[in-house]
């Protein structure tokens, strides 16, 4: 038969139905099932209807067109339906339908919303089936709209249903979403979670608070043999599973390559220091540790002279050298006979020998950092203000580049080298001048009777320094005096000074600075140990501590983070991860200047 005849007589059937109800139908079981019916030919049927049976048909038409995949048909259609006007359970269709249409569209907002409707509180009664299909589709519009931990909430309590294949991706789904959510949240709903998902968090909590290999192999086996019988526990999630082996294969015999006499003889030491209490760490709750060698990169006229020594001693991974000079002859070797884990950045771009990895505290990092919270605060337009020094120049290159990379607008540009000159440097940034000009012309076509205050350029958002500290204490005074007090002002770690003493960053109030987790938290779990071992941790040396410190935490896990990218290191520098390129990246944490000393920025003001 024809498909044109078989539309035909399935659209007289269904008008044969719905002229001979005794009452107007209430579920679309009532009406007749026409699977080869297009949504289009169901819409045309129902314009012929008013009332309860249109409202049925245009639901059935939707679910029609959610049958052939055409999610924007389906919310049109549904926009036709007051839904308040359905019986119940088809209140309950109308919420699944608008829901799954609104994910496919990537609106997941809209997605919520349909979910959360007042007649989705009566699923209980559905088919099972159903009511799988509607708590999946709500950990995905939970996942999508930034609710990850109520995400793998929703998962925890559908997994028990679940069987099979769907069953094993709804368990990497519950730690994708614990992934996303931040330490300091999951440590606050561990304590009211259900068992189940409190399991799910502890372990969670073990990767991400737990910074040292050595604890984390210890938590997690302890953790096994407490919920052998939970959903996490066999097979470990991917992530947890590569700890393991990462332990049980890492190397056994570690030098540091530092430049323990001459001008860096101080950093060496504060970085040798910070690396061997994160290996006392684990050694003092009885775990081995591996052998580590001390070598001093000053004895040695080239690096292949060291190599051949490491080789000969049994070593087999390098952490060092310190100097930029010869991180930059390590990066430009064809091969390395030693897999390097260097404590500084070549200044020439890749690609790097295989087996080189660099980590540094960067100016560039604080830099990329304070162009990303100034966007997520909402700035585009923004100038800069730095020294002219090497590191100024490379703090602003890194800033530009990753702020215009965003799309954000930078406005202006101005190198500080003279004390003297900064006021009318700022007062040209901020077109003050042009203002008072125009203000003087108001004022004489008045006659003089009117006083205008000038203002600054409104086309500025915000400001991004990379200054010292000298240069820093006569920007906010300036900024006030040229009436932009208000102006948000981000900037590198290099502006203030740590130190008990809030005298030597007076006037410096209100400026947001990058600063690693060491020196603004200071809740690092060896903070407490380190400093009372050496005090002068807890100043600008204590940077060069927390990075020795990193380092051992770092170091044997970057297999996992070459083969994962999206693996990422709590440290006490800031968060970690490793770039294409071997390069370790910062995430810096943010504090703002008051009194003198700098406090961690108020979650309202951040990202």
Known sequence: ?????????????????????????????????????????????????????????????????????????????????????????????????????????????????????????????????????????????????????????????????????????????????????????????????????????????????????DLQVQAIKAWQEQNSSHPAASPLPDSIRQLLELHASRPQHIALLLPFEGPLATAAEALRDGFLAAQYQAQSRGMEQPRVSLYDSTAYADLDQFYAQASADGVQWVIGPLDRDRVGRLAAKASLPIPTLALNYSEAEGPYPEGLFQFGLAPEDEARSAAMQAWAQGHRQMAALHTGTDWGQRAFQSFRQSWEAMGGVLIGRVIIDQPAEISGQIADLLQIRQSEQRNQRVARALDGNVVVQPTPRQDLDALFIAVTPQQARQIKPTLAFQYAADLPVYATSHVYQVGPDGQQNADMDGIMVAEIPWLLTRDDKLYDQVTSNWPQAQGPLGRLHAMGIDAQRVFSRLPQMQQHASTRVNGATGGLSLAPDGRIRRELSWGVMERGQLSPLPPSRLQ
């Open 1 to 213: 038969m024809p498909r044109t005849i078989r539309l035909s007589i399935l659209s007289l059937a269904l008008t044969a139905l719905l002229a001979g109800c005794a009452s107007p139908p209430q579920s679309l079981s009532e009406l007749p099932r026409t699977p080869q019916a297009s949504a289009e030919k169901i819409l045309a049927d129902a314009d012929k209807y008013s009332g309860a049976e249109a409202n049925l048909m245009r639901l059935y038409a939707a679910q029609a067109a959610s049958d052939a995949d055409r999610p924007q048909q389906v919310l049109s259609i549904l926009e036709r339906i007051p839904q308040s006007d359905l019986p119940l359970d088809q209140q309950v269709r109308f919420s699944t339908l608008q829901a799954r249409s609104a994910l496919a569209l990537d609106r997941p907002d809209m997605a919520l919303r349909a979910l959360r409707h007042p007649s989705m509180g009566q699923i209980d009664g559905l088919p099972l089936t159903d009511q799988v299909a509607i708590q999946r589709l709500r950990a995905l519009a939970l996942g999508a709209t930034g609710e990850p931990l109520q995400a793998a909430r929703e998962r925890v309590f559908l997994h028990g249903i679940l069987s099979g294949p769907e069953r094993n991706a709804n368990r990497e789904a519950i730690w994708e979403n614990l992934q996303l959510v931040p330490a300091e949240e999951l440590a606050q709903a561990v304590q009211s979670a259900d068992s189940e998902l409190q399991n799910w968090i502890e372990l969670a909590l073990i990767e991400r608070e737990l910074r040292n290999l």
